[in-house]
């Protein structure tokens, strides 16, 4: 904190002078990092508060008094609110703060591996809602329709928006395996089904203009939006997609009433992907000039879901793992993502 108040002071001391907005980029930076600092140094003086309190009332309660039980609990409330913010010690990086934009693709394997990535889309959305965040499904291409009613997911992009939302889920990138009985066999045989998950930050506008992108370089088509089953959910061809030529990029966009609406939220991801795939390249670069070898995340299996013929989830690079598979489906990640930021 020491560091922090004596940043916060030389900031405000040059946002005080007469000249300070003559340059109106800085300037807003500035003022950007004053903001963040203030909100760093009053979340420690809160806790810091809280804390004294706590030992106040504790000196002052005995195990057997009625408000005890009282006590416990919101000690254990801080207690929690201490390491939320010992996470976000970890996520330091430009974007963390930003919101995220992700794509689940299932992997080989037909209807089974179409219904892991629906669950996983389900298993993100909860892990959002619990954290407050909101998400916004910008495409799904479904699969066959199978038994139970189910609906598997080819591919689906969604966008999570909420305070570091990128900083949390960027190493969820990777491929998941599940292992289980499969639904979808007559047999009940044992299947193992792969999905891919991407994770990049949703950027915003001061960062776009590091990409200029020329309009011949954009392929752009319409078509109707879509549901499970094929049925057409607008009329009209209001769905966008842009396709990047130099690099292949494809991106789409159908939740919007309007063509016009899509194709500004398609863009918003296409910019995103272009930035972070620069990114991308500056630190392979990096990694190559300082003689280090960088293990590739994307395209190799990072967790398994296993649920037959017993119940684990274990992550391979952490070796975070535990026996309550259906709780972690159901969304809680915070054990498993506590421990990737860690290393």
Request: net charge neutral; with cysteine.
């Amino acid at each position: 904190m020491p560091g922090k108040k004596k940043e916060l002071g030389e900031l405000e001391k040059k946002a005080e002078g007469a000249d300070f907005w003559q340059n109106r980029e800085e300037a807003v930076e500035v003022t950007k990092r004053i903001a963040e600092i203030k909100e760093e140094v009053a979340v420690v003086e809160e806790l810091k508060k809280e804390l004294q309190d706590l030992r106040s009332l504790s000196e002052i309660t005995g195990e057997q008094d009625t408000s005890f039980a009282e006590l416990v609990k919101q000690v254990e409330q801080f207690k929690k609110r201490v390491k939320e913010e010992e996470t976000r010690t970890f996520l330091a990086g430009r974007y963390d703060k930003n919101g995220a934009l992700v794509t689940i693709t299932a992997g080989a394997g037909g209807q089974e591996a179409q219904d892991w990535a629906t669950m996983l889309l389900r298993m993100y959305e909860r892990y959002c809602q619990k954290r407050g965040w909101e998400t916004t499904v910008f495409h799904q291409s479904f699969g066959d329709p199978g038994g139970e009613g189910r609906i598997g997911t080819k591919q689906v992009s969604f966008g999570v928006k909420g305070s570091y939302a990128y900083g949390l889920l960027k190493k969820e990138s990777g491929v998941h395996r599940l292992v289980r009985i499969s639904p979808f066999s007559s047999q009940s045989l044992r299947h193992t089904s792969f999905a891919s998950l991407e994770v990049i930050p949703d950027i915003k506008e001061e960062d776009r203009k590091q990409i200029q992108i020329k309009p011949d370089d954009l392929a752009i088509d319409t078509f109707r939006s879509s549901g499970p089953g094929g049925q057409n959910v607008n009329k009209r061809e209001t769905a966008v997609r842009v396709t990047h030529i130099p690099t292949g990029i494809v991106v789409s966009c159908q939740v919007k009433r309007t063509q016009l609406e899509n194709k500004e939220r398609a863009m918003d991801q296409l910019f995103a992907k272009l930035l972070f795939l620069q990114e991308q390249e500056r630190e392979k670069e990096m990694q190559v000039l300082k003689g280090q070898k960088r293990s590739i995340e994307w395209g190799s299996q990072i967790r398994s879901y296993v649920l037959h013929p017993y119940q684990m989830v274990k992550d391979h690079r952490t070796g975070q793992e535990t026996s309550n598979a259906q709780s972690v489906i159901d969304g809680d990640l915070d054990d498993f993502i506590e421990a990737e930021l860690a290393i």
